[in-house]
């Protein structure tokens, strides 16, 4: 961490300025080499400031400098910000030149793993930059936002608070067996508090995979018979709105047919049973390759015909669906109407816009898309944070079966001690002493 | 010339010089006054939670406590039965004549060892070398190690309301300048503070009004070497009351006259035993708090009022005594104090107990900022083994966190220092449910026997104990229990699941609520009790058994990665300052130690790790 990075901080090409960025203790001396102008040596911290930048002796850009000093900084270290005119040519150029002059090109995220490592930021929000950075959509934007702002490990820590009550008050019991003056903590007390924690952190689970809809999108799979109008209508969905246009490798292992944005969401739909495919090849396609599909979408849209009567397959498909994540469309709403269905479906045509305004709005409903965004927003993201979280949740329950099975408290303590520390894995925490201390600031106690 | 000189012969100053003797080593005890070698100035009990499997620890290490607290104590029972096999604890009501009488015994046998009356007042010091002592009378006595066990006698002060006496504990004369002296050799110097409560005269107790505290009703023992030496009906009884509106009035309304709350102590007390001003202030909202009466010894009538420890002037101590329930008409023998003293900062040592500043000088017991018999004891003992192996040209013997209390409570101290008097609890450990009072011996007799310290035939004894262990585990495993109409009623008779197959032994044994009592039912096998509980505790709670030694396995590995002895902290550029100072001033050993250290974040140990292998080239 001694060597001083640089990268391209700006997207490459769009836009009237580019920026690069540098940081680390040597970030003042090499831009001072290829750049005319204010003494940067001598300016103040946090300030923007003119000149010039030269290779040798032709003129590069003229630039706006911004030059921040350590310690109050994204990363602690002293920061540089060269300002230029944007295009690829110039800015190009600019890095290569600090590259020349002592500069490391920066790995990505590796600003945000400084400001860390040096202690500038949590682990939470470390993270949330790097989300932040990647979010594609509003919500996203704002998910992110809100980890970094610590309320994720707010609530995080009020749990454990709980947790270490709880622990504090099985300890105190222990090193002091004889005060009968003390709650002395027994099953029936434990059960219901432990009960209560579990319920805390399963509804941030729950949340949590909200905040993995938002985070990673909606995946929504149409799904129907050949010849239904499937393609159709992802068109629509496509033409209309305008299409996001994104690398999202490693957030789901469909292919993505392509997205939009859907109040602040973004929608993937995602290998919708071949339905790019020429019609020979869709014919093949039968109901296992459609499950499959099923599986790994949050809606499945099963498009069937208004001038059919329904087919058993198409029967089987719709049995296999969930009803919570299907939505049945029926098209082709132009043509007699032959299909008889008990189940509540939506009408539309490939004409006007009338069936696609209400499927959008049936997702909406569906995943409860519009209450999302009210809520508070401190919904964990990451694979990682899940993880954790899930075993918090099974050190809980591994607790309330010892409980049940009769084993001693010592050994019931155990996993919630392990509990509480999943939690504090998911903050970057550290925790031995905090028990010892919460044991004396609750307790009277002592010879 | 000595080898080892110990100075004080409190419980830390005994185990040292007894055992550095016993390894063979010259060793000379210089005690104030003979007559309180291993004398117990506080309460009249050896063990506790935690503190009685430090005890056992001794015992497996070839100490005295364990085996002189057996000899000597007229009640024992064991904590926490219930509450899980890692936490139940042995506590002996220690008689207060005969233990310090049995000590001086032992130490009497012990043929390298000489005893001595003097008081230290300085260190003969070369080139940061210890030398020897000098004593108040200015003779020096030369040796190669020193040991310093002062307790709390180093410029003590007694403090009863505003009285303010330059004295030790029970009006014993203090050491005036040994703690100038070593502040003059770089130590840091830090002053603490404890307390007692007063005592009873045992004929102005009325025990009619309190509730009467019995001893076990089976044979236990701390050593692992002998038999029960008591009769369990013949054991004393202890007795608890309550404070009161009263008592809590009088307190309140006299607060200003507590040296405590009067501004006249500057020491810090222990958070665990707080005075009962301090107990009354911080819960008011506390009806009453609860007080044990426990006699001292059989041979005189003052009994130890437990739980009332105090600064306040001596007739504010009548009234709060005279306000008990049963105490109306007591008489106080002795009243209560708070005692301030000097210590050294636990910070300036190593693991091995030798200081980091003057080499061969060793420190043990309340001189390292600790509380309590036991935690006093161990130290002494590591102390005197560590003295002896340096004396051997020997790596020092330093236990791990997950091998023992002993190793615990050292590690906190060189590494997170104190704030306040530090006292073990079982909640310091993080691998308590593999530092159990049952497997002392497992855990640390082999070390013993390597240092020369545990006899042959001791080891035999484990060597035994170990093989039947294993005898025993194969022979549940391979016995099956069929379910006969027989076998089902007698589960049924307990209340008992009946298992719905034939089950092994080891199946039935996983079981939370099947023991081997109840399987002599079915089959008897002939073990010592102390067999049969090794293999239920492995068996009922292997799992998670398991994952300790797993997790035990993992802290090793960072254990292992050392920082070189010759880091230099100012050069890591981007590590918090607090956690700069923190590793300059602990200077930890190992990466692991280095995480432990109060100040320094998950995100200092990742810089820290990055420096050492960019400088180092280690620590994978």
Not at chain 1, 8 to 27: E, F, N, P, Q, Y
Not at chain 2, 381 to 410: D, S, W
Request: charge should be neutral.
């Amino acid at each position: 961490m001694n060597d001083t990075i640089c990268a391209i901080s700006t997207s490459l090409g769009v836009g009237a300025i580019s920026i690069v960025r540098l940081s680390g203790k040597d970030a003042i001396k090499i831009v001072k080499k290829i750049y005319k102008g204010t003494d940067l040596d001598k300016v103040d911290s946090h300030t923007i400031n003119y000149g010039h930048i030269y290779d040798k002796n032709e003129l590069i850009d003229e630039v706006l400098v911004s030059v921040m000093k350590s310690p109050k900084t994204y990363t602690t270290e002293d920061i540089v910000e060269i300002n230029s005119h944007g295009g690829i040519n110039t800015t190009n150029k600019i890095l290569e030149l600090l590259l020349e002059n002592g500069c490391r090109l920066a790995e990505p995220g590796e600003f945000t793993k400084r400001a860390f490592l040096n202690g500038r930021i949590d682990l939470v929000e470390a993270e949330s930059v790097n989300d932040l950075i990647n979010a594609k959509t509003d919500a996203a934007r704002k998910l992110a936002l809100n980890n970094m702002g610590g309320n994720l490990t707010k609530k995080i820590e009020g749990i454990r608070n709980k947790i270490v009550e709880l622990m504090a008050n099985i300890e105190v019991n222990i090193d002091y067996p004889e005060y009968e003056d003390i709650l002395v903590i027994k099953e029936r007390d434990l059960i219901p508090k432990l009960k209560e924690i579990k319920s805390e952190l399963q509804d941030i689970l729950t949340l949590s995979k909200n905040g993995k809809l938002i985070k990673e999108g909606i995946n929504v799979a149409i799904v129907g018979k050949p010849n239904v109008g499937k393609s159709s209508l992802l068109n629509k969905f496509l033409d209309e709105d305008k299409a996001i246009v994104t690398d999202i490798a490693g957030t789901t292992r469909d292919i993505v047919e392509g997205s939009i944005s859907l109040n602040g969401f973004q929608i993937n739909f995602i290998d919708t049973a071949g339905i790019r495919e020429t019609k020979d090849v869709v014919e093949k396609i039968g109901v296992e390759k459609s499950l499959e599909t099923i599986k790994n979408a949050d809606i499945v849209i099963l498009v069937l015909n208004n001038n059919a009567k329904v087919s058993d397959y198409e029967k089987d498909l719709m049995e296999s669906i969930h009803p919570y994540k299907r939505i049945i469309y029926v098209n082709k709403s132009d043509l007699p109407t032959k299909i008889s269905l008990d189940n509540y479906y939506i009408l539309g045509n490939t004409i006007d816009d009338e069936g696609i305004n209400k499927l959008k709005k049936e997702i909406i409903k569906k995943l409860e898309l519009d209450t999302i965004i009210t809520k508070d927003m401190s919904y964990m993201s990451n694979i990682r944070q899940i993880d954790l979280l899930k075993k918090a949740i099974k050190s809980i329950v591994n607790a309330l079966n010892n409980l049940d099975a009769g084993m001693p408290i010592d050994i019931v303590e155990i996993d919630i001690t392990n509990s509480f520390n999943f939690l504090g894995e998911i903050i970057g925490d550290v925790y031995h002493d905090k028990l010892v201390d919460t044991i004396f600031a609750n307790f009277c106690v002592g010879k | 010339m000595y080898d080892v000189i110990v100075v004080g012969g409190g419980h830390a100053g005994c185990e040292g010089a007894n055992i550095a003797a016993k390894m063979g080593f010259k060793t000379l005890l210089l005690t104030m006054n003979k007559n309180n070698i291993a004398d117990m100035p506080c309460n009249p009990s050896i063990g506790g939670t935690s503190k009685g499997i430090i005890v056992r620890e001794i015992d497996a290490l070839g100490g005295l406590m364990g085996i002189v607290a057996d000899l000597s104590h007229f009640q024992i029972k064991m904590l926490n039965n219930s509450k899980g096999p890692a936490v139940r604890s042995l506590r002996a009501q220690a008689d207060k004549i005969v233990y310090p009488k049995k000590m001086l015994e032992f130490l009497n046998k012990n043929k390298n060892l000489t005893i001595k009356e003097g008081l230290v007042e300085d260190l003969i010091i070369e080139d940061n070398k210890v030398k020897g002592v000098i004593l108040s009378n200015k003779e020096k006595i030369l040796s190669k190690t020193v040991i310093l066990t002062t307790g709390t006698y180093l410029k003590a002060n007694i403090l009863r309301g505003s009285e303010n006496v330059e004295s030790g504990p029970h009006g014993e004369g203090r050491s005036n300048h040994l703690s100038d002296n070593l502040k003059k050799y770089g130590l840091e110097i830090i002053r603490l503070k404890t307390g007692t409560p007063p005592r009873i005269k045992y004929d102005s107790i009325d025990f009619s009004k309190m509730h009467e505290e019995l001893g076990s009703d089976t044979f236990l023992t701390f050593s692992h070497d002998i038999k029960p030496q008591y009769k369990i009906n013949e054991q004393q009884k202890c007795y608890l009351l309550y404070t009161n509106d009263l008592t809590h009035k009088i307190i309140q309304n006299n607060l200003k006259k507590s040296a405590m709350y009067g501004g006249f102590v500057t020491g810090v007390g222990p958070r665990y035993c707080p005075s009962i001003e301090d107990k009354v202030v911080r819960f008011s909202d506390k009806e009453r708090h609860q007080l044990f009466l426990e006699p001292e010894s059989i041979y005189y009538d003052e009994w130890y009022l437990q739980g009332f420890s105090t600064s306040m002037p001596k007739d504010v101590q009548e009234k709060m005594v005279h306000s008990l329930v049963g105490l109306e008409n007591a008489v106080i023998t002795k009243y209560a104090y708070a005692i301030e003293y000097d210590a050294i900062n636990p910070l300036q040592i190593k693991p091995s107990l030798e200081n980091k500043i003057i080499t061969n000088l060793y420190t043990a017991g309340q001189i390292n900022g600790t509380s309590g018999y036991e935690e006093a004891a161990c130290q002494g003992l590591m102390a005197g083994i560590n003295a002896a192996l340096k004396l051997q040209n020997k790596e020092p013997f330093i236990l791990k966190r997950n091998e023992a209390y002993t190793g615990v409570l050292i590690d906190d101290l060189v590494t997170k220092g104190v704030t306040d008097p530090y006292r073990m609890l079982t909640s310091r450990a993080e691998f308590r449910l593999l530092l159990r009072h049952d497997n002392a011996d497992i855990r640390l007799r082999e070390y013993g026997y390597k240092l020369g310290i545990i006899t042959e035939a001791q080891m035999n004894k484990l060597r035994e104990k170990l093989d039947n262990i294993n005898k025993l585990l194969s022979d549940v495993k391979n016995t099956k229990l069929k379910i006969t109409k027989e076998v089902a009623s007698v589960f049924e008779d307990n209340d008992f699941d009946i298992p719905t197959k034939s089950l092994s032994f080891e199946e039935l044994l996983k079981r939370t609520n099947i023991t081997f009592n109840f399987l002599n039912h079915f089959i008897n096998l002939d073990y010592s009790d102390e067999v049969k509980e090794q293999v239920e505790i492995e068996l009922k709670y292997q799992g998670y058994i398991k994952k300790a030694k797993k997790e035990a396995e993992k802290l090793q590995k960072i254990e292992e990665k050392q920082i070189p002895d010759d880091i230099d902290y100012q050069k890591i550029k981007n590590i918090a300052s607090e956690a700069r100072q923190k590793l300059d001033l602990v200077r930890p050993k190992t990466m692991a130690q280095a995480s432990r250290i109060s100040g320094v974040n998950p995100s200092d140990m990742a810089i820290l790790a990055v420096y050492l292998k960019k400088e180092y080239g280690k620590n994978d």
